[in-house]
């Protein structure tokens, strides 16, 4: 079988189109999230972080503001000064002292010398702060720091600054040099006192308050180092450095919440949580990728699977941001248990998307099962049901409800003699055409087809969706009906085709689906529905086109009505009052003022009827019901009473 073009053209366009999102959601996610996973692991850093107990052995000699005006220049740093405080921190047995400085210029000789000797010469290690030319020193400047007290250990003070936001994150160890392996200012304090660690890059470790604040490990500051007890240094890490307002100063994760002022601390701060994180074994561990994202992937087959089942459509949404928040709450409890670091943002927007995506297809998928089941369905069930259906599936089980309903039965005059005239083929030609018609009109005015049998529709307003309006419904469709199958009859094809008599009733009903489990129909049950079909039934026998009881002509009295006779059926212990309706024209509407003073006194047994009736049967010898009426009269019937023992 050939596939049409514009079908093979709508398949590439999806296809297309499936992949244009697929990739413009890998391009968002990868611009995405980065910034917003630094913020999530910002917050979760300074509030829920594992890192609340920093080691007691770390202090820092602050060289602040006051320290510096003693002095008659600011920078660099006296050195006479620095010498005198480094000999006597050395002079309380430190384990070591951290100097965060760069001594990469001269400055007094003297000075410089004795700062040399006091490093050189010191009993405990003394680390002090070394730069390379990656990190913008002159070939000057370098050479200068590499000479300076040759013999000092010596720490990188780089730190790891985020590309995107400038914030330092991650813990920097070191990097190769020409002389080899050069670590960290941190790494080299700790590896002083036998302390090691791998030479791969980490998150950084900060500690924190039970407020989010960064931690303030105990911080001096220097110019009260010669005054302050020695057991303030012994046996203790001593990091002397900068505490100045906007000289080495970095944004740290604590910024986020606690702004500039609290979260952007000095470089000698931050080196001293790198130094504690590696002092207590502190560490932020990534794990493998597919171990990272395992959690959110397993998440996303769930969110996947019940995109695509046929549920309702406000579940979905839900069920997606409650798996990818229970997934968020096991990972934020990973890390603030085990400081389990997983990737959190660009999973979840990657389920998101594909969830959206799925949910779409899937979404498609039902309404185009939900269209296909309407258009096959209505072909044999009413279009109202089906819809009843697709909108209630649990709706579709045996049993029924009391409703308040318009019946409608409709049958073809003479249709048994039309078909023993006619060839199979040609009348099922013309009883398709004229069923098809009929059909539309009855589904046109939002009525529900019960069956079809042979050549009558049986239909009912009021079910299964309510309808105010049922009674004028039904008339307006009698009357359309009539007009329908007179424009067939006039054009005739070589053959007689019968007028369609009509049949109304209303009241209540027991609806629903009645039948065995395998097979039940929609259908209408009760005496209202057998009432409609027997004032069908009388319409042959009165001469009328459509049979309305005044049940219904109550509620329609915007039509052209005209009293048709009280029906005694058989069975019924009280007669029915019914209507014919007929099109709104002048001359039925003379027609109905005539007809109507004549029916007056038939009504009230007046015997002036029969003359009435004489002359209505003269000035419209066609119309049936006048003609039944006068042949009662001339019997001695003088009354609207009509008995109907067979019906």
């Known amino acids: 079988m050939r596939i049409p073009r514009g079908i093979v053209s709508l398949r590439r366009g999806g296809i297309a189109a499936s992949l244009a999102y697929l990739v413009l959601l890998c391009i968002s996610t990868a611009l995405v999230s980065p910034p917003l996973e630094n913020v999530l692991r910002d917050v979760m850093?300074?509030?829920?972080?594992?890192?609340?107990?920093?080691?007691?052995?770390?202090?820092?000699?602050a060289i602040t503001e006051q320290t510096l005006a003693k002095?008659?220049?600011?920078?660099?740093?006296?050195?006479?000064?620095?010498?005198?405080?480094?000999?006597?921190?050395?002079?309380?047995?430190?384990?070591?002292?951290?100097?965060?400085?760069?001594?990469?210029?001269?400055?007094?000789?003297?000075?410089?010398?004795?700062?040399?000797?006091?490093?050189?010469?010191?009993?405990?290690?003394?680390?002090?702060?070394?730069?390379?030319?990656?990190?913008?020193?002159?070939?000057?400047?370098?050479?200068?720091?590499?000479?300076?007290a040759p013999s000092a250990k010596r720490g990188l003070a780089a730190l790891s600054h985020d590309n995107l936001d400038g914030v330092v994150r991650g813990a920097f160890p070191g990097r190769v040099s020409k002389g080899g392996w050069t670590p960290s200012f941190a790494a080299a304090i700790a590896a002083s006192t036998g302390i090691g660690r791998d030479r791969g890059p980490k998150e950084m470790a900060y500690y924190r308050t039970a407020n989010s604040l960064p931690f303030n490990f105990p911080t001096y500051p220097a110019q009260a180092v010669p005054l302050a007890?020695?057991?303030?240094?012994?046996?203790?890490?001593?990091?002397?450095?900068?505490?100045?307002?906007?000289i080495d100063h970095h944004p740290t994760p604590f910024a986020l919440l606690s702004g500039a002022e609290t979260g952007v601390l000095p470089g000698v701060a931050i080196h001293a949580h790198a130094l504690a994180g590696l002092l207590s074994g502190d560490r932020v561990t990534i794990p493998w990728l597919a171990v990272g994202y395992a959690p959110m992937f397993l998440a996303g087959l769930?969110?996947?699977?019940?995109?695509?089942?046929?549920?309702?459509?406000?579940?979905?949404?839900?069920?997606?941001?409650?798996?990818?928040?229970?997934?968020?709450?096991?990972?934020?409890?990973?890390?603030?248990?085990?400081?389990?670091?997983?990737?959190?943002?660009?999973?979840?927007?990657?389920?998101?998307?594909?969830?959206?995506?799925?949910?779409?297809?899937?979404w498609r998928r039902d309404e185009n099962?939900?269209?296909?089941?309407?258009?096959?369905?209505?072909?044999?069930?009413?279009?109202?049901?089906?819809?009843?259906?697709?909108?209630?599936?649990?709706?579709?089980?045996?049993?029924?409800?009391?409703?308040?309903?318009?019946?409608?039965?409709?049958?073809?005059?003479?249709?048994?003699?039309?078909?023993?005239?006619?060839?199979?083929?040609?009348?099922?030609?013309?009883?398709?055409?004229?069923?098809?018609?009929?059909?539309?009109?009855?589904?046109?005015?939002?009525?529900?087809?019960?069956?079809?049998?042979?050549?009558?529709?049986?239909?009912?307003?009021?079910?299964?969706?309510?309808q105010d309006d049922q009674a004028e419904r039904a008339v307006s469709l009698a009357l359309a009906v009539q007009d329908q199958a007179q424009r067939l009859r006039e054009r005739g094809r070589g053959h007689s085709f019968?007028?369609?008599?009509?049949?109304?009733?209303?009241?209540?009903?027991?609806?629903?689906?009645?039948?065995?489990?395998?097979?039940?129909n929609y259908?209408?049950?009760?005496?209202?529905?057998?009432?409609?079909?027997?004032?069908?039934?009388a319409n042959k026998y009165i001469g009328t086109k459509n049979c309305i009881s005044l049940e219904v002509a109550k509620k329609a009295t915007r039509f052209l009505l005209r009293p048709a006779g009280v029906l005694h059926l058989k069975g019924k212990s009280q007669g029915i009052e019914t209507f014919e309706a007929m099109s709104r024209t002048s001359e039925n509407t003379m027609l109905c003022e005539e007809y109507g003073k004549a029916y007056a006194l038939l009504a009230a047994r007046d015997k002036l009827a029969?003359?009435?009736?004489?002359?209505?049967?003269?000035?419209?010898?066609?119309?049936?019901?006048?003609?039944?009426?006068?042949?009662?009269?001339?019997?001695?019937?003088?009354?609207?009473?009509?008995?109907?023992?067979?019906?």
Request: include cysteine; proline fraction near 7%.
């Open 45 to 61: 850093m300074v509030s829920i972080s594992p890192f609340t107990r920093a080691p007691p052995n770390i202090v820092v000699v």
């Open 71 to 148: 002095f008659p220049y600011r920078s660099p740093l006296d050195r006479g000064f620095l010498a005198d405080i480094v000999a006597r921190i050395e002079s309380a047995h430190p384990l070591v002292i951290g100097i965060d400085l760069l001594f990469d210029q001269p400055t007094e000789p003297q000075k410089d010398a004795r700062l040399e000797t006091v490093i050189e010469t010191a009993i405990v290690p003394v680390v002090i702060a070394s730069a390379s030319r990656i990190d913008g020193l002159t070939p000057r400047q370098f050479d200068y720091l590499n000479a300076f």
């Open 229 to 246: 007890p020695l057991n303030w240094f012994e046996g203790k890490y001593v990091l002397i450095g900068l505490n100045l307002q906007q």
């Open 302 to 362: 769930f969110c996947l699977w019940i995109v695509s089942r046929p549920i309702p459509v406000v579940i979905k949404p839900v069920a997606v941001a409650g798996a990818l928040l229970l997934v968020w709450i096991g990972e934020a409890w990973a890390f603030a248990r085990f400081a389990i670091i997983f990737p959190m943002v660009a999973p979840a927007l990657l389920v998101l998307g594909l969830s959206a995506f799925t949910g779409f297809l899937a």
């Open 369 to 466: 099962a939900r269209r296909f089941i309407q258009s096959a369905f209505s072909k044999y069930v009413s279009p109202a049901v089906v819809a009843a259906i697709v909108k209630e599936p649990d709706a579709l089980h045996l049993g029924g409800e009391r409703r308040e309903i318009t019946c409608v039965f409709t049958d073809v005059e003479g249709f048994t003699a039309l078909s023993e005239k006619l060839a199979p083929e040609v009348l099922a030609d013309i009883l398709n055409e004229y069923l098809d018609g009929l059909c539309e009109l009855f589904i046109g005015h939002g009525a529900t087809i019960d069956k079809v049998i042979g050549d009558a529709v049986v239909g009912f307003f009021g079910a299964p969706a309510a």
């Open 498 to 520: 019968g007028a369609t008599r009509i049949g109304i009733h209303g009241g209540p009903a027991i609806v629903g689906n009645f039948g065995g489990n395998r097979f039940f």
């Open 523 to 537: 259908t209408a049950i009760g005496d209202t529905v057998n009432t409609a079909a027997r004032l069908e039934g």
């Open 610 to 647: 029969r003359a009435a009736f004489e002359l209505l049967v003269t000035n419209y010898p066609q119309d049936a019901l006048i003609a039944f009426h006068h042949s009662r009269l001339a019997s001695g019937h003088f009354r609207a009473d009509i008995h109907l023992p067979d019906k």
